[in-house]
């Protein structure tokens, strides 16, 4: 037998993860099975062969192609998850996250709370520590050692049996269990926890698979997210398939996600290229119109729509839904393009929710076609937001679930300063899953230069709205109200956030704030509040509108003119009876506008957002299904989503229909000057 020679080179970067590469002569004796480093891990050899990955029938879209995948080498992956004591004689600090919000308390329970930087940082510790390489296992090794041979949903078959069930079902708070590893039955390979306990980081960047056979892939060159594995405890079972796939951004960290190890080099398979860009980041201009600013007569009354903005091919089961898309955002470009997003999924708090994008081209008439814009693999991305500094950036807000459902987002921000063709990483502005943390359509930007964005402050319809507020064009970010008492909301009553959820925020000409929102409602009238000190304190008060329910959100801007815009709802049952110059009423439904010229005191114009005409159906989608159009009715609900353009124009989308129109078409009445207007 040869004589050893140990090698150790210096820390290389393979795509983010430094690894300390040591290399020696193999001994010409059979390798053991099985492995114990010094602080305790224990490792089984997997032996080299091919499977099929991913899964046809019953899996989800991102499980195809299922394509032959050849593993060319043994390697040796961890039995069970990296426990507390292993992790923590890494990092002491982490003792302090023991138990938060009641999990992983004990020396022998999953580590959890730990990121996929947190996790490398441990591999490059470990092999420093050991004089071995220890890695991320790739998600095709991940796959392989799932299954252990079984080409069946899980290795235990078709089904998952109970003893392996840890709280499998879709929940909205945390629920905690014992993660306790290897307190369930090993696959036939000797490894534990693979369906369930803690999902599990692996070392790819999530991206499509490739139609062709693979030897020993090891993901694409970039990407959003970091692969996770195996499904958790407090989620839906079949989130646990052997080739169910999940993932994150590299920085989240929650309740739900561990990891386990691999020892051994990584393989020597080129990364896959970055996939193909979606159609709205394509082809997207770079040069500013000469006539950006140029557009109908401003003193001629303009209005086009409804036309359908939202075109998903029928039959779509992912990433883009045919079933259900609902809750958009809307942002005019520095191109002049116009850019909006929503979300599209099956069930509102399910875990394949994702968010889609549509591009209305500054020199066309017709919406393109949806595409992907955004979408955390198996995460619910509960409500975009969109916003335009008016000089040359963009600004994507998200909430980011913990798994399923709007209870537990993070806060998520990115950016592009070329109009929407490439967004930076994405950043978490606020990395506690919780809440205040799910986006509003309404985000603007004060005149001090302060970004405002509002957020749910709770999930259900009485739960007011918190705002977030930026002094530094996005870089870091303030709750002034998060940690204080929930306000009562009544009339003449001050507290830290806003009276209703979904709410508009407005700043008036004294630099206060002023927001209207749904929910929680004074003397049966829609709830206004007044901030005097920038979200600090608030006073409530009933506006002179009607409330709103579900399925409808409202919108308020300041226009480029100077008025206020609202655009909110009269109910189908009661209307709303306007008064034209001739003072002959006539009771409208639906969706209105309405202007104020002193600054929220008065609302003296009101009118109906309908193309008028004879009565004929109309597809709102989303909760808003198909209504009646005519003279006198309008969209009857729908999440609402506005912006101004440089030339006047005010667009504005529901939840499938398009709208644009501006200031003099507002003010106008057929046949009159501006309709006046009582509750």
Avoid at 153 to 160: A, D, F, M, R, V
Avoid at 437 to 456: K, M, N, W, Y
Wanted: charged share 20%; with cysteine.
């Amino acid at each position: 037998m040869k004589s050893k020679r140990l090698i150790v080179t210096a820390v290389c970067l393979v795509t983010g993860v430094g690894c300390l590469r040591v290399a020696a002569n193999r001994p010409s004796s059979p390798a053991p099975q099985k492995s114990v480093n010094s602080i305790g891990m224990e490792f089984v050899r997997i032996e080299p062969g091919s499977f099929l990955m991913g899964q046809e029938q019953g899996g989800d879209w991102d499980e195809q192609p299922v394509h032959k995948v050849a593993v060319s080498g043994p390697f040796y992956i961890a039995v069970t998850e990296v426990t507390n004591a292993q992790y923590e004689q890494f990092d002491p600090r982490h003792r302090d996250l023991r138990g938060k919000l009641g999990f992983s308390k004990d020396d022998d329970e999953a580590v959890v709370f730990v990121s996929w930087q947190d996790a490398a940082e441990f591999c490059r510790w470990l092999s420093k520590k050991e004089g071995k390489i220890y890695r991320l296992p790739t998600e095709a090794e991940w796959e392989y050692g799932c299954r252990a041979g079984t080409t069946t949903n899980y290795h235990t078959g078709s089904k998952l049996p109970d003893v392996f069930h840890k709280n499998q079902k879709q929940t909205w708070n945390p629920e905690p269990v014992s993660l306790k590893v290897a307190a369930t039955p090993a696959n036939a390979w000797g490894l534990y926890d693979m369906h369930g306990n803690v999902e599990e980081w692996c070392y790819d960047w999530y991206g499509p698979y490739e139609q062709s056979e693979q030897t020993d892939p090891v993901g694409r060159l970039d990407g959003h997210f970091k692969v996770t594995r195996g499904g958790s405890h407090s989620t839906d079972i079949s989130y646990l398939r052997s080739a169910n796939r999940l993932g994150t951004l590299p920085d989240d960290k929650s309740w739900l996600i561990g990891f386990r190890v691999v020892m051994g080099e990584l393989p020597k398979a080129e990364l896959l290229p970055t996939p193909a860009i979606p159609v709205n980041q394509q082809n997207v201009r770079q040069d500013l119109p000469a006539d950006l600013d140029k557009g109908p007569d401003p003193q001629q009354p303009y209005f086009k729509g409804p036309i359908e903005y939202v075109k998903i091919p029928p039959g779509s089961e992912g990433p883009m839904y045919s079933e259900h898309n609902h809750d958009p955002a809307l942002a005019d470009c520095p191109n002049g393009d116009i850019l909006a997003i929503w979300y599209s999924c099956r069930t509102e708090a399910g875990r394949e929710l994702a968010i889609l994008a549509s591009r209305l081209r500054y020199d066309s008439e017709q919406w393109e076609p949806a595409s992907l814009f955004w979408d955390a693999p198996d995460r619910n991305d509960h409500a975009p937001a969109l916003f335009f500094d008016g000089q040359k950036t963009l600004y994507h807000f998200n909430g980011l679930s913990a798994a399923a459902t709007w209870g537990n987002l993070a806060l998520v921000m990115r950016i592009s300063t070329d109009s929407g063709a490439t967004w930076s990483k994405a950043r978490l502005i606020d990395p506690e899953h919780g809440l205040r943390h799910q986006p509003i359509a309404s985000v603007f930007q004060t005149r001090e230069g302060f970004i405002i964005l509002p957020c749910d402050a709770g999930t259900g319809g009485s739960g007011g709205t918190a705002i977030h507020i930026s002094r530094d064009a996005g870089k870091t970010w303030v709750d002034p109200g998060v940690g204080r008492p929930t306000p009562n909301f009544a009339q003449g009553a001050s507290g830290a956030w806003i009276a209703g959820i979904h709410a508009g925020v407005v700043q008036l000409k004294d630099g206060s704030l002023m927001a209207l929102g749904r929910g929680n409602n004074i003397d049966g009238r829609m709830p206004m509040s007044i901030s005097k000190d920038m979200g600090e304190n608030w006073t409530y008060h009933a506006s002179e509108f009607p409330p709103i329910g579900g399925g409808q959100r409202l919108v308020l801007r300041r226009l480029r003119e100077g008025p206020i815009l609202l655009v909110s709802f009269a109910d189908g049952k009661n209307g709303l009876v306007i008064r034209d110059a001739a003072s002959k009423e006539r009771r409208v439904h639906g969706m209105f506008a309405a202007l104020s010229f002193d600054e929220g005191k008065t609302w003296p114009v009101k009118r109906l957002i309908t193309a008028g005409g004879p009565a004929r159906q109309i597809d709102g989608g989303g909760n808003t299904g198909r209504f009646v159009m005519d003279d006198s009715h309008a969209e009857p609900k729908g999440y609402l989503a506005a912006t101004q353009t440089p030339n006047g124009l005010i667009h504005l989308i529901g939840s499938k229909q398009y709208y644009v129109f501006n200031l003099a078409w507002l003010k106008s009445t057929s046949g009159g000057p501006p309709e006046q207007s009582r509750p």
